[in-house]
């Protein structure tokens, strides 16, 4: 039977009702008790009852907002009700291939300080890799002991397959060995919730929580770069399967026999659509600096997508085949979860006009038109690495 | 955010407890009040009170165990809660080529009467193919005067495209249009609640509804037959996706230029999978019947795995090869849903021995073992047809 035992348990709704009130005011900023009653749907005395508790625990602060404009309210400054942002701190630390990075992030999910480590990240093994984020977690939070004492949780983003439930990285390229332990150790040191998630999977939960995505349900995020990742959100939360490693679109097929990728098949759709499947791919038709072929830089990116800019058609034709495979992938996508929106996102998006009539041609090549339905494709502007707002969130999520 | 209205709504718990107690009788038989507040986790006095009105509602009914074989409890025998099979009857409906079947349904779930007409399904349009349902229904029903006093609900399960949110059909091979709405004009015509479902999610509730998979949260079934379909549950429940038509296992891709799918579209599992695909293959390479290959009979098929028993290597290798490109296609789902489970139905299961050794093949070469993980795939055996069981439990779950 479909137990759900919260249902009958008013403790276990007294604890989602605190998280519904900390989440909105996360997504949506400061409001009113009144609207915050609105936003979450619930009565105006448990609104009063909670933010009452939770202003005495000191999550919450009271902040006056500007008058009012309307004469009939007559000038006077409304009470909202905010996130005391220094209440409680989380920690957050993203690891991927030769690069460590440590976030410091605030009650409102907002990185207040943070800090990229360069490093041989294929040396390492199991019990170096956590002593070396031990130790790279004191020297970064030496600065701020204050901030030190109200850590009350941490998050790690990895850059391939997590199985999250049993809070281990099962293999990253970042990696020269599989099946690493995180949550135990780091937890164990720092005395203190972790919690591991895939790099896609965090970018996912950044966008979703931002209030423009909080109405859409059932949708999922595909990220383009140094692989090809996704999260998949259903009924509003993250989806990560009965063992934990859902969502591994890039390892999806698109031919049994096609170019090597980097997880040891063939054929894959990251074999194609990653970084360095159209820089192998581009090297071969046009001149381009030397790289490590598996690892190309953001400024080797950059140097092919301008050649793209300037309509060199040997690289206009790697991005509209990389759209199809891409498109091909995506109507298996459809064709399963039946998704309302499939959002593209990660740095490679900013390829994106070059691979959408790619994409497009590759969904309606594979899936009738009964199946692509109305799912709609669209673009996620990448200015900057929303893997740590991920993380930090789901960091936060874990502890309240 | 992510409002669940009903936590904060004592109605709507006193619902689902109400709807857990009936579905936990449907699944597991009569039992005593101690033995029903275990298995849902509700309450003594939550359970005596739902069963108590219940019993008034006249929807269960007391029942006396045999007496226990220990002296201990003095052979007394016990009192068993159950559902009155009398009380509510629901009817179930399954389109597919050629053929409609009426189902007659009881409150336990169970079939008490059927009946199958055959006729052109090709030749009919919107309105004669609700008229022809709807005839049908009365002459079905004609003899069952008492059941259809407390019929209040109906089910129609649908070989094609289903769109569950809308009620339609909207693709069926059939069928010779699309877009077909369902539950509006029976609703309207019949006055009861009318749900229509994919033949292959019918499939996936009439498993997950046994006891011994209600424990499994998260599996998916795949039904091999004229079609391959598939039935996701996803958190014990259904998943039909944002827009209604999730799951089209079969309809996923192997190869972007492969062979006719019945769809339309070249290429899908379901045109290497399916009967049609296999028998078309077949026929290019034995003896077999004339046939309408878009849809060989139960005898043809069973002809077709006689000569695989048989020993026949050419026949043998078709199934090899086809379960290559089925295990292909279920590393797909593996990468995305990591399913604990994933469970092959429908008649085609019958040649499961042939197509095992292509299916292990298939997955492993698709897919690096650290996503095949533990999910285990295993056939269920199909010794009679379960579309009606399943379409009958998602009327009942639509009223109770």
Known sequence: MNIDRKKTDTEQIRIDNRREIIETLRVYGPMARVMLGRQTGLSPATVTAITSDLMAEGLLKEVKSEPPASPASRGRPRVLIDLN????????????????????????????????????????????????ILDGIDEFMDSYTREKERLCGCGVAIQGFVNAN??????????????????????DALDIPVVVANDANCIAIAIRNQPEYQSMENFAVIMLGYGVGMG??????????FHGAAAEFGHTKYTADGPQCNCGKKGCIEAYVSDYAIYRKAKTLVELPETNELHPSDLEMSQLLAKAESGDPNVLEIYK?????????????????????????????????????????????????????????EPYSWQKDITGIGILALALKAIY
Chains 1, 2 share one sequence.
């Open 232 to 241: 998949v959100i259903i009924d509003g939360a993250l989806y990560s399967g």
């Open 321 to 377: 085949e990389a759209g199809e495979v891409l498109g091909y992938g995506i109507a298996n996508l459809m064709a399963l979860f039946s998704p309302e929106k499939i959002v593209i996102s990660g740095q490679g998006v900013r390829a994106y006009k070059f691979l959408e009539a790619g994409i497009n041609a590759g969904v309606e090549s594979a899936l009738v038109k009964e199946l692509i339905s109305e799912t709609t494709i």
């Open 166 to 187: 049993e809070g281990e990285i099962v293999w990253s390229p970042a990696l020269s060995f599989r099946h690493c332990p995180v949550t135990l150790p780091l937890s």
């Open 85 to 132: 942002e220094e209440s409680s701190f989380v920690l957050g630390i993203k690891l991927s291939m030769n690069e460590l990075r440590y976030m410091l992030g605030d009650m409102k999910g907002q990185i207040v300080a943070e800090k990229a480590v360069e490093l041989d990240t294929l040396a390492l093994n199991s019990d170096s890799l956590m002593q070396t």
